[in-house]
């Protein structure tokens, strides 16, 4: 299990802007990042976008699929009021909940001349190091994306690129409730186990201090300079209807 890989270098390149959101919904979250996704592509915005959030409780669905993967019925779903959305990205089926820290990088890789690999890569570096921060040695598995821990796999990552530009991102277990990952094969691979950070620490750890931890260590192995950028602003710049990210007002 490697724990360790060398900075990514890419050149010099328009500033990035980190975006802290409230709890969101995932089908608005989607809808801001495929507005920020076409003003990207569009030529209207040049700064890579970093969107940091939590979901409510939410099954998604990969490129792949993932129905089959679901191990309880629809009423069972209904009763818990949680929705299975399909989605774009890779991966099978994930769960997204409170106390999981998302994260959703909206990078021009090809002006970055970043390779789809580099990418994954870094996005599962800066969830080692940011785990590392609670000296916690999670690390990669050579046979499945995203990190883990003695077995047991504590962040996910899931990715789309469209005309070079990548959405969706990755998901780090930090206090995020285990139960519902039992209700499903997690990224479609039987007798995984999930866990997290809190789970590991028999204690819960701040929400805003993974936030924080987690900006410096992606700005880091990505090679981007990151200002905060209130969620307004972005909505304002990239022309995205503000009705229709409420949480944000």
Same mark, same amino acid.
């Given at each position: ?116 690999? $580099?990418?994954?890569?870094?996005? =599962?570096? !800066?969830?080692?190091?940011? /785990? &590392? %921060?609670?000296?916690?040695?999670? +690390? ?61 620490? $028999?204690?819960?750890?701040?929400? =805003?201090? !993974?936030?924080?931890?987690? /900006? &410096? %260590?992606?700005?880091?192995?990505? +090679? ?26």
């Amino acid at each position: 299990m490697a724990t360790e890989a060398d900075p990514i270098e890419v050149p010099n390149s328009p500033d990035g802007w980190w975006i802290d959101l409230p709890p969101t919904d995932y089908q608005q979250a989607m809808d801001l990042q495929l507005a920020v996704v076409a003003a990207k592509t569009g030529g209207r915005l040049d700064a890579d976008v970093i969107l940091c959030l939590e979901h409510p409780r939410v099954f998604t669905l990969g490129r792949r699929g993932g129905r089959e993967n679901l191990c309880v019925s629809d009423d069972f779903l209904a009763r818990k009021g949680i929705r299975v959305m399909p989605t774009d990205r890779g991966g099978n089926i994930t769960y997204h909940g409170p106390g999981q820290l998302v994260v959703y990088p909206i990078i021009h890789l090809s002006r970055r001349r970043l390779k789809v690999v $580099e990418f994954v890569s870094a996005l =599962e570096q !800066a969830m080692i190091r940011t /785990a &590392g %921060h609670w000296n916690i040695a999670a +690390g990669t598995d050579p046979l499945n994306r995203g990190v883990w821990l003695n077995g047991d796999k504590l962040g996910s990552i899931g990715i789309t690129v469209r005309r070079g530009v990548s959405f969706h991102g990755l998901a780090l277990n930090v206090n995020t409730e285990m139960e519902p990952f039992g209700w499903i094969n997690p990224c479609g691979l039987q007798k995984v186990r999930m866990t997290s950070i809190a789970q590991h620490l $028999e204690t819960p750890v701040p929400m =805003e201090e !993974a936030r924080r931890v987690m /900006a &410096g %260590h992606l700005a880091d192995c990505l +090679g981007l300079t990151l200002t905060t950028m209130d969620a307004v602003a972005l909505c304002e710049k990239i022309g995205h209807r503000i009705g229709a990210m409420p949480n944000i007002l």
